[in-house]
T-cell receptor
Framework: KNQVEQSPQSLIILEGKNCTLQ??????????LRWYKQDTGRGPVSLTI?????NTKSNGRYTATLDADTKQSSLHITASQLSDSASYIC????????????FGKGNQVVVIP | SAVISQKPSRDICQRGTSLTIQCQVD?????MFWYRQQPGQSLTLIAT?????????ESGFVIDKFPISRPNLTFSTLTVSNMSPEDSSIYLC???????????FGPGTRLTVL
């Protein structure tokens, strides 16, 4: 069974601080790994997408890393802002005809002033 | 990218009734997906809806409970039939513009069944 596990489940950080979210997966092989941001009451929005051969991908203050050997990915948020309060979801694409996605439960981040 | 809208954005329904959720995309797409997101849980794929063919349902989801229509390349509906409180969830549609491309999600429909 494909699994994507994320930690920590929830996190409270002070505005301006950095934080790192972890994603461990057992999907193998996989086509790509994605990080999504989901604001409360909204649908997920793609932040980064990496193939298995990429090690890092940045999108503004968000930087994702990937270690395909250890099957780990991280999402680093730099200089957090109040608008970063959201759930961050790690998603792994299972190769195949339907490009099935395996979703993590998300890291719930709350940024406080 | 794709801009996706869903209607309604939220609803409160009585047990035993049905609700149809609409999903509209601003461009023509082959594959559309319907997901359910229960509180504190990850997204779960309900079905894949391709235009011109029957929807493909995932294990645990059946057409009688979640009938889907896909009349054209920009629109789809999902009906939640004979609802019970266990159907309370967020329902999201998504599209994929190309093979290997990221999936774009709609804003979701928050359903509460009393």
């Amino acid at each position: 069974k494909n699994q994507v596990e994320q930690s920590p489940q929830s996190l409270i950080i002070l505005e301006g601080k950095n934080c790192t979210l972890q994603c461990n997966y057992t999907v193998s092989p996989f086509s790509n790994l994605r990080w999504y941001k989901q604001d409360t009451g909204r649908g997920p929005v793609s932040l980064t997408i990496m193939t298995f051969s990429e090690n890092t991908k940045s999108n503004g203050r968000y930087t994702a890393t990937l270690d395909a050997d250890t099957k780990q990915s991280s999402l680093h948020i730099t200089a957090s802002q109040l608008s970063d309060s959201a759930s961050y979801i790690c998603v792994v694409t299972v190769p195949g005809g339907n490009n099935r996605l395996a979703f993590g439960k998300g890291n719930q981040v709350v940024v406080i002033p | 990218s794709a801009v996706i809208s869903q209607k309604p954005s939220r609803d409160i329904c009585q047990r035993g009734t049905s609700l149809t959720i609409q999903c509209q995309v601003d461009s023509q797409v082959t594959m559309m997906f319907w997901y359910r997101q229960q509180p504190g849980q990850s997204l779960t794929l309900i079905a894949t809806a391709n235009q011109g063919s029957e929807a493909t349902y995932e294990s645990g989801f059946v057409i009688d409970k979640f009938p889907i229509s896909r009349p054209n390349l920009t629109f789809s509906t999902l009906t939640v039939s004979n609802m019970s409180p266990e159907d309370s969830s967020i329902y999201l549609c998504s599209v994929e513009l190309g093979a290997g491309d990221t999936q774009y999600f709609g804003p979701g429909t928050r359903l509460t069944v009393l």
